[in-house]
């Protein structure tokens, strides 16, 4: 791999929140960042910031043509070393609104296996690589106000961890880093909730997680504790709350 300094980096949806802080910080430390989103317009803005060091391309993840442009990407930035799928949709479907859980599908699941799976396969050929992947605290169990949301996560996170272990199997230099946010102050999510977190510390933690070469990590950390009391609370009163 490049040094530090000079590290190739894609982010797969990085137009706002944790995307795009990561790739601010990433260009601030002197890497090489190529950006992706639907909105062209907030690409453009984020690379008049560091014209020299980011590189955009528009798609959306759920389009037919999605591979080709990442492809494009790679080669205007004429390589890459970490790859981060960023890219997510959820909200809740108090009335399991089709169109919602449709969306959740093809943007959490279809959109992710397709740029993930080529990713790897492609790192696989270079002979190294990092894959890394934004999944969430609700990928643990089912959320009634959201189901389409929690099941597409945890197959992320499930993904992903077979991913690991497939590299591992392979004895392949390609290392997978699951994040699990909690959560994350954003339009959606306001600074009334717990445990919020700045998309600046989050961004600033998954960038050291990846770095470390951790295989999961939960953001903000204090997050692992809440993850277990939901991995191990009893149904009866999970499903309660929930």
Not at 68 to 75: A, E, K
Not at 230 to 241: D, T
Request: glycine share 6%; net charge positive.
């Amino acid at each position: 791999m490049h040094s530090p300094e000079n590290k190739k980096i894609i982010i797969v949806g990085a137009t706002s929140g944790i995307g795009k802080e990561m790739a601010l910080q990433y260009a601030a430390k002197g890497c090489i960042v190529g950006i992706t989103g639907r909105r062209e317009e907030l690409l453009n803005e984020l690379k008049q910031k560091f014209s020299s060091l980011i590189f955009t391309q528009c798609f959306d993840v759920r389009d037919d043509e999605n591979i080709l442009r990442l492809q494009q990407l790679i080669s205007t930035m004429n390589g890459v070393d970490i790859f981060i799928y960023n890219a997510g949709y959820g909200e809740p479907s108090k009335t399991l609104n089709p169109e919602i859980e449709k969306c959740i599908y093809e943007t959490n699941v279809k959109g992710f296996v397709d740029l993930t799976s080529f990713m790897f396969n492609f790192f696989i050929q270079q002979g190294y690589g990092q894959i890394a992947a934004t999944s969430s605290i609700a990928s643990i169990r089912g959320l009634s106000l959201a189901p389409g949301y929690s099941a597409s996560k945890a197959f992320m996170s499930t993904y992903m961890e077979g991913l690991h272990m497939k590299a591992k199997k392979l004895k392949e230099k390609i290392y997978i880093t699951d994040i699990q946010p909690g959560f994350v102050k954003t339009k959606e999510v306001q600074h009334t909730q717990f445990w919020v977190a700045s998309p600046e510390k989050a961004a600033r933690q998954i960038i050291a997680a990846i770095d470390a070469k951790k295989w999961r990590v939960y953001i903000t950390k204090r997050w692992w504790l809440i993850a277990q009391l939901i991995k191990y609370a009893p149904s009866s009163l999970y499903h309660r709350y929930a």
